[in-house]
């Protein structure tokens, strides 16, 4: 029987396409960089080359006498941000401190630091000019290796990250079967294809219009509000499509208020596009970080002791902070856990979410652990998982809302042929190659978020949908496109309009950690449920089901039917933990000569719950399992220590992978419906894509080589020998 | 980027004349050139464009063949005379850049192209090659990708070219002309050790101009390989690379030629460990001793140690598959 029958679920349905992919493939689709305003001009930065200290002099004769400069901006000039002033910080901090103020007085805190800023009537005259910017600087000793100040490393404040325990995890007496190990995931800059990019436009001395990349237009239109003074109305942000985010739009970056200062000063529109290697020194990167992964577990492999220990970097001004121990604390059933979570400041600008954000990094230690403490007891490293399995939350005892991990365990396994896995590494070989599988698996947090829709049914007999979430490529269009679909069935989804990325609409989170197809979703099907009772009351009784909106609409003489709905998650929630689970499995060769490594086979299975779009769910799955494998295999920012600056900052040298890498891969999901988070039984599935592949590939590494690499990525170098 | 002039002259007399002004810069395809000027690492106050020069042809000749030097790289790796009579070329030009690049990279691009250490990259940093006297970043700090022969105290960079490297195993000729005439350089004298001067790349003068390259005929054709060990499976540099052509008759090696990528400032050929194949059997232990005569000498840096052992079984390894032993 196949395994799609023995567990009884459903098939997938086909889905719909993207409804913005003809605009995409054509260039039809305008990113915020691509806007034209006129009276343009342009911003660039020049940028300190110390890494700490102050500056002595800066010199921008030059630039200013440099042609089509408007401007040069330098602590010395710059205006006042009035938000600034107050102590109200206008992009909020992800944790603690306060983010860095540009041109507000002569200190450097990291390489790369802005340090003057040029308007010019053109990118390149700008460019020109930012170079003719002279800086002197008084140098004060800096460091920027997190692997030497890790004993400097302290736990942040609040409850969040309070060293957490449950029974005696420390005690390892009895313990039979033991395991220690570390691990390093280094630093992981974010290099989606469109770059950092806004236009700050002032329509009037109070006024202005912004097209940014973001991730939350809403988010943008306070932060410019506070940092301005101006009430938050008086702002509106456009981001109609995001050239991949990951994360790293969902702040509001320093340069981004700078952009919006300029503007106001030279009384222009600005436009400000980071340059590659600026995006390495800006924008945040997932942080360097150390973990210490100690476990106890019985000979028949039931976990008894469980600590799981992280120590990564943050800015010298300001606390990053995420959840990379939280895992273990709920993925296996074991009695006595604990979790330590510490950051330490180094002399570099300031970290962020990236995909998967801490989980992803957690994930690549504990599922390396696991994978090694299976080894350690001679069995198959799913057997161990499962005889793990946590049934409830050990965490906080609860049920959970749905869980079909043993499945996700077995359909993974049956595809990639699981079976042919020889639990003693290096013994395959093929054409001259070391054959290895490994898996690993991948959870986050799935909840349901507040948002505001507005449904209208036009007298065309459109449906419009309207919110201001942004889509970050991922394909929320789509997804809500095909959510209204099924509450309006009959309508054709040509039909069907969603309107998003804009700040005048009615309000949506922002678009990050997997929340805005539950979030969203959720409020678009409320609305449209709203919208067709609206209709019925119109109609009367006897009315049917799928009534003829355009004629309704006629004969009752009203040119449009509307409503906006505010809906968010049901209180019964908090009585379930809930969460989305993958399992990614690989194949991989690897060459037993040069420590090349290349993938065979990937397939990775997502439960989160019902899935509403299948074509975009599947394009998740894909781009998340090819980050995980840039992660695993490639990706690293280096930075050389004694200067503080990158050595890889360009696609050249620092290495994502490209399509020679990447070999088919197949995207499975459980597709089981979990009611308990929202009307449509759908869970997030963007961070989980990426969350535990790294650990996967490392596993099959392994069983490939006998060589254990517990520092990514994993180079050929590291496989020599 | 600074601003500059830029003319395109219709014959080879007008690039001539053009180049022998100070201050001025060839260019071609320009994919290596304009990333530098946007890098601020170059900054010529004229771009001299010789695309009107009529030196795309690929023809045969006498002894071989002729390629002129603003055959694209795609064209050069598709020909059918390269493909049949030199097929470790077309192997190492699809093994470089991307498939875009390289329909813009030309054969005299390709030689002149400058290394990609970081250090020469980025403005901020010492470099001797792009700053004589300023020190160089690379020999305490990031050297994974640098080199293990012939370096100097000066610098250790490497030509990231793999063409080169095939046609370095390959007995190329470089054709030179300058204002009084034409020269002819061996292919492996072209590009330099660092020594002092390490801003010299190459022996080709301001005012030279390269118009092509010859390749002999050989009897390489049926045994040769080009091996790239990189980083990811394209679109990357080589941490080593191997040409490796063989001469096999009943099993025995009767000529040899090998060069390696990602070793030094020039392509690295192996004439001791040609020599010592010379006579000998076709198998791999004969290849890996070659190897190891091929490491004599070599040094490593903080972080390219692992070059030591990835260079010989990269040898080992492109001299078995020439072979055919796989
Ligand atoms: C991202 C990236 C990855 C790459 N990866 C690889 C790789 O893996 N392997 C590899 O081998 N290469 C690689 N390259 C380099 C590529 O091969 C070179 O950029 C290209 O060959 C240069 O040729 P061009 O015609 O564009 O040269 P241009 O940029 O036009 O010129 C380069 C230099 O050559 C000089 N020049 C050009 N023609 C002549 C001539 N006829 N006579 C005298 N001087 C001349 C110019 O003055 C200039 O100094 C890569 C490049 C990039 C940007
Ligand atoms: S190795 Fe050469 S190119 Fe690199 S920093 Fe040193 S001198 Fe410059």
């Known amino acids: 029987m196949k395994q799609q029958e023995l567990l009884n679920i459903p098939p997938l349905t086909e889905g719909i396409d993207r409804v913005d992919g003809r605009l995409k493939v054509t260039g039809a689709a305008k990113y915020a960089a691509e806007f034209e305003v006129p009276g343009m001009t342009y911003a660039v930065f020049a940028n300190s080359t110390i890494t700490k200290g102050t500056i002595k002099t800066i010199d921008t004769k030059a630039a200013e006498r440099a042609p089509g400069v408007l401007a040069v901006f330098t602590y010395l000039n710059a205006p006042k941000v009035p938000g600034y002033q107050t102590g109200g910080d206008p992009s909020k ?235 273990t604390r709920f993925m296996y059933a074991c009695p006595n856990v604990g979790t330590i979570y510490k950051i330490t400041p180094v002399d570099v600008n300031t970290p962020t979410w990236m995909r998967g954000p801490g989980e992803a990094t957690g994930a690549f230690a504990l599922e ?354 | 980027m600074k601003q500059f002039q830029y003319v395109r002259p219709a014959n080879q007399q007008g690039v001539l004349a053009a180049i022998a002004q100070p201050g001025t810069k060839i260019i071609a395809g320009g994919s290596n050139l304009v990333d530098l000027m946007k890098h601020g690492v170059m900054a010529p106050d004229k771009l001299v464009d010789i695309n009107k020069l009529p030196l795309r042809n690929i023809s045969g000749i006498s002894n071989g063949l002729h390629i002129g030097a603003l055959a694209l790289n795609s064209q050069v790796a598709e020909d059918q005379q390269v493909k049949t009579k030199f097929p470790l070329l077309s192997q190492a030009l699809t093994a470089g850049a991307s498939a875009q690049l390289r329909n813009m990279a030309t054969v005299g691009g390709n030689m002149m192209q400058r290394t990609r250490c970081p250090y020469f990259y980025d403005t901020a940093m010492p470099c001797n090659k792009r700053a004589p006297g300023t020190g160089c970043g690379a020999k305490e700090g990031f050297n994974r990708m640098h080199a293990i022969f012939g370096f100097s105290d000066k610098c250790i960079a490497v030509h990231p070219s793999d063409m080169c490297i095939a046609l370095a195993a390959l007995d190329a000729t470089v054709l030179i002309q300058g204002r009084k005439g034409t020269r002819h350089l061996k292919f492996t004298d072209f590009h330099r050790l660092p020594g002092t001067t390490p801003e010299l790349d190459n022996n080709l003068a301001k005012d030279e101009l390269i118009t092509g390259v010859e390749i002999p005929n050989n009897n390489f054709a049926q045994h040769s390989y080009y091996l790239k060990v990189r980083d990811r499976a394209s679109y990357a540099f080589a941490l080593i690379s191997v040409a490796a052509a063989l001469d096999i008759q009943n099993g025995i090696i009767k000529d040899a030629r090998l060069a390696m990528g990602g070793v030094a400032h020039k392509p690295w050929r192996l004439t001791t460990a040609e020599q010592l194949l010379k006579g000998k059997p076709a198998t791999v232990a004969t290849f890996e001793q070659a190897a190891q005569t091929a490491m004599q000498g070599a040094k490593a840096f903080k972080d390219n140690a692992f070059k030591l052992q990835m260079a010989p079984a990269s040898i080992t390894e492109a001299l078995t598959h020439a072979a055919g032993l796989v």
């Open chain 1, 93 to 327: 901090p992800p944790s603690g401190g306060g983010p860095l103020k540009l041109f507000v007085d002569n200190t450097v805190k990291y390489n790369g630091q802005p340090v003057a800023m040029v308007i010019a009537d053109s990118f390149e005259r700008a460019t020109y000019a930012a170079s003719l910017v002279k800086a002197e600087y008084t140098k004060e000793p800096h460091q920027t290796d997190t692997s030497k100040v890790l004993d400097k490393a302290a736990t942040p404040k609040g409850p969040r990250f309070a060293d957490y325990k449950r029974g005696t995890p420390d005690d390892w007496q009895s313990v039979p079967v033991k395991l220690e190990a570390e691990y390093v995931v280094p630093i992981d800059v974010h290099n989606p294809m469109e770059l950092s990019a806004i236009i700050a436009h002032w329509t009037a001395d109070d006024k202005l219009t912004v097209y940014d990349k973001t991730q939350g237009v809403k988010s943008t239109q306070n932060a410019i509000a506070q940092a301005f003074k101006l009430p938050p109305d008086n702002v509106q942000v456009t981001a109609k499509f995001v050239g991949g985010a990951f994360g790293n739009a969902l702040r509001t970056w320093p340069h981004e208020i700078a952009a919006v200062m300029a503007a106001k000063q030279v009384k222009r529109p600005v436009k400000l596009v980071l340059t590659r290697d600026m995006q390495f020194y800006t924008v945040g990167y997932r942080p360097y970080t150390w973990q210490k992964i100690n476990i106890g577990a019985t000979a028949d492999g039931k976990l008894t002791n469980l600590v799981h220990e992280a120590r990564a970097q943050t800015s010298s001004f300001e606390e990053f902070t995420e959840g990379t121990v939280n895992m």
């Open chain 1, 368 to 721: 390396c652990a696991i994978d090694e403490l299976a080894d350690k007891l001679n069995m198959d490293p799913i057997e161990l998982r499962v005889r793990n399995h946590a049934d409830t939350d050990p965490e906080n005892g609860k049920p959970f809302s749905t869980k079909y991990l043993k499945e996700a365990y077995q359909m993974g396994a049956d595809k990639i042929g699981w079976q042919n896995r020889k639990s003693k590494p290096r013994s395959v070989q093929e054409d001259g190659w070391l054959i290895g599988y490994g898996m690993g698996s991948g959870v986050f947090g799935a909840g349901r978020g507040r948002a505001t829709v507005k449904a209208t049914m036009q007298s065309d007999g459109v449906l419009l949908l309207q919110t201001s979430v942004t889509d970050i490529g991922v394909g929320t269009g789509t997804a809500m496109t095909q959510i209204a679909s099924e509450v309006f069935t009959g309508i054709p989804v040509s039909k069907i309009k969603f309107e998003l990325g804009d700040s005048s609409l009615p309000p949506s989170p922002t678009q990050g950690g997997s929340m805005i197809t539950s979030t969203v979703g959720g409020a678009v099907h409320d609305a449209c449920v709203a919208l067709k009772e609206k209709f019925q009351q119109l109609i009367g009784n006897g009315g049917t089901d799928k009534p003829d909106y355009i004629q309704v609409l006629k004969d009752k003489n009203i040119p449009q039917l509307d409503v906006t709905i505010t809906s968010s998650g049901n209180s019964e929630m908090r009585n379930f933990s809930s969460y989305s689970y993958s399992v990614h499995f690989v194949q991989v060769k690897v060459h037993p000569k040069t420590g090349v490594v290349r993938i065979n086979k990937v397939v990775s299975v997502a439960d989160s719950g019902h899935i509403v779009s299948p074509k975009t769910a599947r394009s998740q799955v894909i781009g998340g399992a090819i980050g995980g494998i840039g992660m695993a295999l490639m990706e690293e920012g280096v930075i050389d220590h004694r200067f503080g600056r990158y050595v890889n900052a360009d696609l050249a040298n620092y290495h994502v992978p490209v399509h020679a890498d990447i070999p088919h891969i197949e995207a499975l999901f459980v597709n089981k419906p979990d009611y308990k988070v929202n009307p449509m039984g759908a869970k997030g599935m963007g961070e989980i894509a990426l969350i535990g592949m790294s650990a996967a590939v490392a596993n099959a590494v392994y069983n490939a080589t006998g060589k254990r690499v517990r520092e990514l990525p994993i180079t050929p170098d590291k496989l020599l020998g």
